[in-house]
């Protein structure tokens, strides 16, 4: 059933391409609103209408896997996406440019909703690639100097993250004999015939995940990609490309139980911790808005593999949630910088000041989200964290939760410290006539908004359905 | 499923109070309507609980926090008393609050004390009942600082002094806990070691300073002249009293089980004692009708403390007709001052005289309600203190003396206001007086009517209300109809006499009731001890505050040196170790492979040589 | 077994030459010869229509776009080449040098095994492609797909602009 995500994806962009080149660009973009709101749809249907589907495509070989992981990734993917499209048709003018982003969006995609249903490794290195190279084209859609100085630093690292994945892959392929994810359950789950060969196999194409999720010291390419890109890219670069192509492959390798020698999950552990404190720190005083969202965004990531690094059931089920988490927010905070920059024209922080008086829908959701991403009871961001917390506290690594916690501090320290710059406090001169950003981007911010508080209140409801197929909690 | 009703006395005027609140467009007395509908519910259903022995208990958190309810004779007693002191109260503030400002927020407290009231009654778990008691502090500050300006000042005062005898009660409680492993009233038995001593000290200073017992009083006067009438005859008068002098008993008769002749039951005949005595001495000497009121609510409790404090039957069931007495004509004396505040503007005794023939029927409840508070016979008042006479004198001539001297003050001082008041030249600002309306003399009348019918009938409520509480300890004795110790009678009669003789011959030498009783004002010692007291030297309150603001300060120097070390010092390192890491970053992307083989070599190192 | 081992270091050898040579012209060559000579890495590993694709892809599609679009850029010139050639040898000489260490490094410390088992393919790659891999297959087209949108993204203007 997913197989149609894929298909139908491929078909609208291959059809809009075809020759009523006019008409096709009219209705490119209500055709990809109309798909993405169907892998919304698609996400919470019950499955009982998926299984004749299912067996034609299991018998083709095309086999998908459709736990919850997938359908959290899928939910973010729709999100996300529609997110960005709806920031695209505000801030891209030209109906010819917002084709092609239209068409590239789908691409990309494609991609994602593949990578997070194959049961293949090699599957999924592909599809990452895919994502890659239309994120690549992404970057540089407006053509400007910056832009292509971000593209290329993210394609030089993308390669060398593609050189380790497939030497990964190959290393794999040899000791392990095949590259399916059962294959590779059954071979991890015995764990003293793990050879040398395997780990270091898995390792090469975890390095590969680290460069592709921007985990320091890999994250060299995260700001100034994330920074230079047009607004909409930015939203889905930090909301779901880096998380579906690095940190879910990461998440399904642990829950293959691939990441069972201690020496995987101690490196996850460091690296996590790491990445926390220097994005925290790297994101404090920032000047502009979308590079301190950018650090953020690592740091936030390293949360995710904090607690994936403590390998237990509940590690991860905190880090799914987490990543759905940041999907969200961070779509969220980079909806309402690119409000700000639609009126203002402007992305350094020093210049802004006390907006919230005359752009009162951006500011409030902007609260809501730095609160939400900072931990802050009722938020879902809270629930998450907290749970990242317990599981490292069960796991017995005392230390990282209390890091866990104190680093929450740093978090709310910048997002503060951004609230306050932009959005409180004294209106600066020159802006009196400011106007509150354009519909299509408080829809957005407003529909986010909603999603962190409903989850945030309504987490001991959901807590049984949506996290409970992931992970069995035993408080 | 009949015990389900036991919820209604709370919910009634909770849910009343709340709905007063919402109506804010002031429209055709909703307001007071909705009012006198709880109250009468109120009344309706506590008088069909009256003889009913319900119980119930929800299991609520843990550690014996149950929520339990239970209603027997003394708290439907209490509970029916209370619900008809409310009931007249609401009548009479209708009137009184008509066009007053705040009035929402009047209606909202007066219906939540009375939820609360009738809670803190029923309450059968020690911690229910606590909520309830700290329930009503928070709407006491609320009611006192709607009385118009400076108010606050006044509301937070009570809020402190009651809130510090309120840590009391919970370190009683928690005591009590960890004594009896139990919280359920009815199955606490404290014992009679040292800690159970200091258990029952501890929950009985909670308790008397509800009742307004020193020295937790001094809130009371202040409140008398910045509060609105209509509370000082609710609370302070009436259902403080319910609550206090009921706590207290049931502390004393069935938790601790009070010895007569021990050292416990002296303490508490001597803070009794000492109650009565300064708080009337104090009284005596006021100038403003409400405030002296109030020093007098303040030193009937003396009375109702001492008598229980005897442990001896006559002084228990004289203790406790006492406070039914009490809330009768102290609610009446307060509600009569009321309505001279609402006529003539002011409630200053030197600006008023004369009042009697323009309010002929507040000047009749007055003297009645003097009377009664005097214990001149055959007024309630007089069978209750004879009671609680018989009582003392058996447990120590002094208690019995300054029992003695308080009624003889007592007097002295209602003659002084009643002269003052009333009597004597009427002022010409009044001659357009008229007499208060209707609605507000009834709970008056009804007031003072029962004074009379207690009075003159005392079998009535001794039997049905008082009597059954004490159970087994009454040792079949019955104190109805006349007292039986006439030597205490002829005594009571010739302290009035004297009290007579004292204010006829202070008017003559002053020409003025107000100075009637000056020579006792200005006597040699007593003058530097009035002195002291009208500047609060002796108020408990003020002498805290000054000691919290030594503290203040040095809490002060504490916290600008731990906040220098938050904003220099960590700020300062965040921000060396920031500016490091960015400098870093520098946009090369050769810098940037370069980290990312480090990175990786460290990991294959790490995975593949350890 | 020497023979393999003179391909591995004949490819490292090329390889670093890609890398140092200054020339984009001269690089893109020398790319190509890297990739014959994988190509007969993966002859002598006894998997013929993978070192066809490699050849044909790599050593001939990739090099005619790689050429392609160096005809784009404009040369050098002579200025830049000396200054260029000046910084270089000082930029990379440490690059063979680690290569070397590294090699070493692992040589001495590494049990490397270099009797390569020769692997018997199961069943013919078609058929691997076709029933195993068909999702991959898929994959493929879609990245075909986006190499070519993002090319006609990026260039279209341009030559419509210097049409």
Not at chain 1, 110 to 121: A, E, P, S, Y
Not at chain 2, 573 to 598: D, E, L, M, N, P
Not at chain 3, 99 to 120: R, S
Request: net charge positive; charged share 10%; aromatic share 12%.
């Amino acid at each position: 059933m997913t197989l149609l995500l894929i298909i139908f994806f491929l078909a609208a962009v291959l059809i809009i391409n075809l020759p009523p080149k006019a008409f096709f660009k009219k209705i490119a973009f209500w055709l990809a609103l109309f798909l993405l709101l169907l892998q919304l749809v698609f996400v919470f249907l019950p499955r009982s209408l998926w299984t004749g589907l299912n067996t034609l495509c299991s018998s083709n070989n095309f086999s998908m896997v459709q736990d919850s992981l997938s359908m959290v990734m899928l939910l973010s993917i729709a999100i996300v996406g529609l997110v960005a499209l709806l920031v695209a048709k505000a801030h891209i003018k030209s109906e010819n440019k917002l084709f092609n982003f239209v068409c590239l969006l789908l691409l990309c995609c494609i991609g994602m909703n593949g990578m997070v249903v194959v049961t293949d490794l090699f599957t999924l290195y592909l599809f990452l690639e895919i994502v890659a190279a239309a994120v690549y084209i992404m970057i540089v859609f407006e053509k400007n100097q910056n832009a292509y100085e971000g593209a290329f630093k993210y394609f030089i690292l993308s390669a060398i993250a593609t050189t380790l994945m497939l030497a990964g892959v190959g290393l794999t392929l040899s000791t392990v004999g095949a590259l399916s994810f059962t294959a590779l359950q059954i071979y991890f789950a015995n764990t003293a015939q793990i050879s040398a060969g395997a780990t270091i196999g898995v390792l090469l194409f975890m390095a590969g995940l680290f460069i592709k999720s921007g985990l320091v010291p890999f994250h060299g390419w995260l700001p100034d990609a994330y920074q230079a890109a047009p607004n909409p890219v930015s939203i889905l670069l930090a909301g779901i490309v880096t998380k579906s192509s690095g940190v879910y492959a990461l998440v399904r390798l642990g829950m293959l139980g691939v990441l069972v020698p201690e020496s995987l999950k101690t490196l996850l552990l460091a690296f996590g911790a790491a990445t926390i404190l220097i994005g925290a720190l790297a994101a404090l005083w920032q000047k502009d808005f979308k590079r301190m969202l950018a650090y953020s965004s690592i740091s936030q990531v390293g949360y995710i593999v904090l607690s994936l690094g403590a390998g237990t059931l509940l590690g991860y089920a905190g880090a799914i949630f987490h990543m759905f988490n940041h999907a969200i927010l961070k779509s969220l905070l980079f909806v309402n910088s690119a409000a700000v920059e639609s009126r203002t024209g402007t992305r350094d922080m020093d210049a802004m000041g006390g907006f919230a008086a005359k752009m009162p829908w951006t500011g409030a959701t902007s609260v809501i989200g730095a609160l939400s991403i900072s931990g802050i009871p009722p938020f879902s961001g809270f629930w998450s964290k907290l749970v990242i917390v317990i599981a490292l506290w069960k796991a017995g690594l005392h230390y990282y939760a209390a890091f866990a916690i104190l680093a929450s501090l740093l978090t709310l320290s910048y997002m503060l410290y951004m609230q306050r710059k932009v959005f409180f406090g004294k209106l600066i001169e020159g802006y009196d006539d400011l106007r509150e950003a354009g519909f299509l981007y408080i829809l957005p911010s407003v529909i986010l908004a909603l999603i962190t508080i409903g989850l945030g209140i309504g987490f001991p409801f959901i807590v049984g359905t949506m996290l409970m197929p992931v992970a069995i909690f035993n408080w | 499923m009949m015990e389900y009703l036991l919820i209604l006395p709370i919910f009634i005027p909770l849910i009343a109070g709340l709905l007063a609140v919402v109506e804010i467009n002031h429209k055709n007395y909703i307001r007071e309507a909705i009012s006198l509908l709880a109250v009468a519910a109120n009344l309706i259903v506590t008088y069909a609980l009256f003889d009913k022995k319900y119980a119930f208990s929800i299991p609520w958190a843990g550690f014996g926090m149950d929520i339990s309810l239970r209603i027997y004779h003394f708290s439907a007693f209490i509970l029916l008393a209370s619900a008809a002191v409310a009931a007249l109260i609401a009548l009479y503030s209708i009137m009184f609050m008509n066009g007053r400002e705040k009035n929402n927020y009047f209606y909202l407290y007066f219906m939540l004390t009375l939820s609360f009231t009738n809670g803190a009654v029923l309450a059968e778990n020690l911690i229910l009942m606590l909520f309830f008691w700290e329930g009503l502090l928070a709407v006491l500050l609320g009611f006192i600082a709607i009385g118009g300006k400076g108010s606050f000042k006044t509301a937070l005062k009570a809020f402190v002094i009651i809130g510090v005898s309120d840590l009391c009660l919970m370190f009683g409680i928690a005591l009590t806990y960890s004594l009896c492993g139990t919280l359920n009233m009815s199955e606490v038995t404290l014992p009679m070691t040292f800690m159970g001593g200091v258990a029952f000290i501890s929950l009985m200073l909670g308790a008397i300073s509800k009742a307004g017992s020193m020295p937790f009083h001094s809130w009371i006067p202040d409140a008398a002249n910045d509060a609105p009438l209509p509370f000082m005859a609710l609370i302070p008068a009436a259902l403080e009293k319910f609550l206090g002098i009921y706590f207290l008993s049931r502390i004393c008769l069935d938790m601790y089980k009070i010895e007569h002749g021990s050292p416990l039951s002296i303490t508490v005949m001597t803070i009794g004692a000492i109650t009565i005595l300064a708080a009337v001495m104090m009284a005596l000497i006021q100038k403003d009708y409400k405030k002296l009121l109030s020093y007098h609510a303040i030193s009937q409790v003396g009375y109702m403390v001492l008598g229980i404090g005897t442990a001896v039957p006559v002084g228990i069931v004289g203790g406790i007709f006492h406070m039914l007495n009490h809330v009768l004509y102290k609610s009446c004396l307060f509600l009569t001052g009321g309505s001279v505040e609402r006529q003539a503007g002011t409630t200053d005794l030197s600006k008023l005289g004369g009042l009697g023939k323009k309010m002929p029927v507040t000047f009749g409840c007055f003297l009645v309600a003097a009377l009664s508070i005097s214990g001149v016979p055959p007024f309630n008042g007089f069978f209750s203190k004879e009671l609680v006479y018989d009582g003392a004198l058996e447990s120590g001539t002094v208690f019995y003396i300054a029992a003695v001297c308080g009624s003889f003050l007592t007097a002295a001082s209602f003659l002084k206001l009643g002269h003052a008041a009333f009597l004597g030249k009427e002022q010409p600002v009044f001659s357009k007086l008229k007499e208060a309306p209707l609605l507000m003399l009834i709970p008056m009348l009804t007031l003072a009517g029962l004074c009379i019918l207690f009075g003159v009938y005392n079998p009535l409520p001794l039997h049905t209300l008082i009597q059954p509480i004490l159970g087994a300890r009454l040792e079949g004795h019955d104190f109805a109809g006349l007292p039986t110790n006439l030597f205490l009678v002829i005594a009571t009669v010739a302290v009035l006499a004297l009290a007579v003789i004292n204010h006829i011959w202070g008017y003559r030498r002053t020409g003025s009731a107000i100075k009637a009783v000056d020579h006792i004002h200005y006597a040699p010692l007593l003058h530097g001890l009035y002195d002291r007291a009208e500047r609060k030297f002796f108020d408990p309150y003020d002498v805290g505050l000054k000691l919290v603001n030594i503290l203040a300060l040095s809490a002060w120097r504490i916290d600008r040196a731990i906040d220098y070390f938050y904003t220099k010092i960590v700020v300062g390192f965040t921000q060396a170790a920031s500016g490091s890491i960015k400098a870093c970053h520098t946009g090369s992307h050769a810098t940037y492979i370069v980290w990312t083989v480090v990175g990786l070599s460290c990991m294959i190192y790490y995975v593949a040589f350890r | 077994m020497t023979f393999f081992v003179l391909i591995l270091s004949a490819l490292l050898l090329v390889a670093l030459a890609t890398a140092l040579v200054a020339d984009l012209l001269v690089a893109a060559i020398w790319l190509a010869l890297l990739s014959v000579l994988t190509t007969i890495a993966m002859f002598y590993l006894n998997s013929p229509l993978a070192a066809v694709f490699e050849l044909s892809i790599c050593a001939g599609l990739i090099t005619v776009i790689f050429i392609s679009t160096i005809s784009l850029t404009r040369l050098t010139s002579n200025q830049e080449k000396k200054t260029a050639a000046r910084t270089r040898l000082k930029k990379y000489i440490w690059l063979p040098m680690v290569m070397l260490v590294i090699g070493i490094a692992l040589y001495l410390t590494l049990d490397i095994n270099l009797t390569l088992p020769l692997l018997t393919p199961e069943t013919d790659v078609r058929k691997v492609i076709w029933n195993l891999r068909q999702f991959d297959l898929l994959g493929m087209l879609i990245i075909l797909l986006v190499g070519v949108f993002g090319v006609v993204v990026l260039f279209k203007e341009k030559f419509n602009n210097e049409r």
